[in-house]
C-alpha cells in the first residue's frame, strides 16, 4: 500500500502596491520541494502562480509581470495573495 504525503506552503514574503498582492511561497513535502510566486491584480482580480526555480525567486516575486508568460491561471483555487 502506498501512502501519500502532504506539502506544506510555507509563505516567505509578501508585498502590496498599487497594481497587485504578491506572495513568495515555498511548497515542500511529498517529493516535492519548489518555489511560487503567487499574485492577485487588484485592477481585475485575476489570480496566477508563477513556479520558479529558488535562485530566480526573489528576480520573480519583485518583477512577477514580467514573467507573467511562465504563469498558471488558477480559476477554483483559493488565493495565497489576496
Given at each position: 500500500?502506498?501512502?501519500?504525503?502532504?506539502?506544506?506552503?510555507?509563505e516567505l514574503d509578501h508585498r502590496s502596491d498599487q497594481y497587485a498582492e504578491v506572495t513568495l511561497v515555498?511548497?515542500?513535502?511529498?517529493?516535492?520541494?519548489e518555489?511560487?510566486?503567487?499574485?492577485?491584480?487588484k485592477e481585475d482580480g485575476a489570480?496566477?502562480?508563477i513556479a520558479t526555480?529558488?535562485?530566480l525567486a526573489l528576480e520573480v516575486f519583485n518583477h512577477p509581470f514580467?514573467?507573467?508568460?511562465?504563469?498558471?491561471?488558477?480559476?477554483?483555487a483559493a488565493?495565497?495573495?489576496a
Open positions: 500500500m502506498e501512502m501519500q504525503g502532504t506539502t506544506t506552503r510555507t515555498w511548497v515542500n513535502g511529498a517529493g516535492v520541494d518555489t511560487l510566486v503567487c499574485v492577485r491584480t489570480y496566477f502562480e526555480e529558488p535562485y514580467a514573467y507573467r508568460d511562465f504563469a498558471v491561471v488558477v480559476a477554483d488565493p495565497l495573495a
